[in-house]
Structures are given as C-alpha cells and as structure tokens.
C-alpha cells in the first residue's frame, strides 16, 4: 500500500504541493470534483524522478515528441497524474493501471471508479477527478494568435462568432472562452475536437454556460460547466456529469 502518511515526504519532494490539511492528502468524497493545478515549467526541475513513475510504454511515447520542450512536458503531465492517482487509490505510481477508450480517452482499470481528465497549456497543467461521473476540463492561455479570424470562423457556429465579435476588445478572450468549453464538453463525453460546429453550439446566459444544440447522439441536459482562471491570462472550463457538485481547488505552492 502507497500510505496517504507518505504524503509528506513524498509529494513535498516531488510537488511540493501545498500542505492546507496538516501534511494529508485529502480524500475525494461522493459529491466533489477536485481540480489540481500544476507549473510544468517549475517541475522540470524534477524530470528525472518524475520520469521514474513511468511505465515503460509511456517512457516510449516519450519520442512521439518532435521538440524537447513538449517531450518534457509530457513527462511532467503524465507523471503527475500517476503521483495523484495512485494517492487517492492508496497504490505506488507504478501500479496505477489505465487503460484508453476507442477515441482516446483514458480511464483507471480498477476498482475504485475515479473519473478523470488532464490539460495543459503552455506552462500550466490541469487536472480533474471525481467519482460521481465523466469529467472534462480544458485550460488555454489567452494569446494573439495570427489566424484567429480563420479559428473564430472554423470552430464557432454563426451565432458564437456574434457573439465572439460583438465586442472587439473582448474577441481574443471571449474565442478562446467558447474554445475551452467546447473542448472540455467534447473531452468529457469522450469525443474529442471530433464534431463540426454545426453539430455543437453553446450560448452564455447571465453568465452561465447553456448548451443550445448538440446533434451528435448525445444529450446535453445533464451537463454542468464550470469556468475557472489562473494567474497568467489563463481561462478553462470544467465540464462534469450531473447534479450540482462542490468544486474543491487544489492550487500549489
């Protein structure tokens, strides 16, 4: 058994994550989604250990990479996720076993059902966990990009390109708002940037994200969506299955 009392030692040393419950993990319960947030940048320091939890298929994906930068941030990202997997399962690193859905998305080959999902964006890396349902979540940095006019009219239906464009000091944030929702829903039910904008559109009313339309076999009702942001002019978007759940931050040191 990976004991959670290891906590201190062990994921100060590799994370240093912040210790707010006296040095203990906390335990995900029924009814929560927790959300860590990660430096990439500050955890290549620990690249070595970190590449250590791999498993040896994963260390070979590692040349799937063109660049070093992203290699690296691979490793950190995937190894960070076992860390955090195997303490709220009660295992090592290495005997975290997960397993990939026909479209690519992961899950836990084990008993205790977490749900799960990880994105990253430039320095920063997210990841959601809960047991009550599917979760996805998507973190962009919001940045000039030179074909944002070819990305507004590729991804966004006619009615969130009005809405996108209404406001020209607000089109870079409100894009990439609209972008990680969208991707957070598409990761959630499995699919992926695999849908046309013809087939998914979303409208924020008084705030809140609602789903208008989704035209793919699947049903949209039941679907929560959270929007968060980072220090950095950084947005994202928690997507989750459901009733109403307590979102808990873990934000590190």
Known sequence: ????????????KVLRL???????????VQGEVHIWTVSVDRLKEQLNTLKSLLTEEEIGRVSFYKFEHTQHSYIVTQAVLRV???????????????????????????????????????DLCVYAFSYDGEVGIDIERIRQMPDIEQLIQKNLTVREKEYVVKDPDKKLARFFRFWTIKESYLKAIGEGMRLTPDNLEFFVEQGKIRLRSVNYGFEGADWQFKEFTRDGNYTGTLTFAGRELIIREMIPV
């Open 1 to 12: 058994m990976f004991e959670k009392s290891e906590y201190t030692d062990y994921l100060k």
């Open 18 to 28: 912040n210790q707010s419950s006296a040095g203990q993990f906390p335990s995900l």
């Open 84 to 122: 955090l997997l195997s303490l709220y399962l009660d295992v090592k690193p290495g005997e975290v076993q997960m397993g990939v859905h026909s479209k690519g998305k992961p899950f836990l080959i084990h008993d205790r059902p977490i749900f799960f999902n990880i994105s990253n964006s430039e």
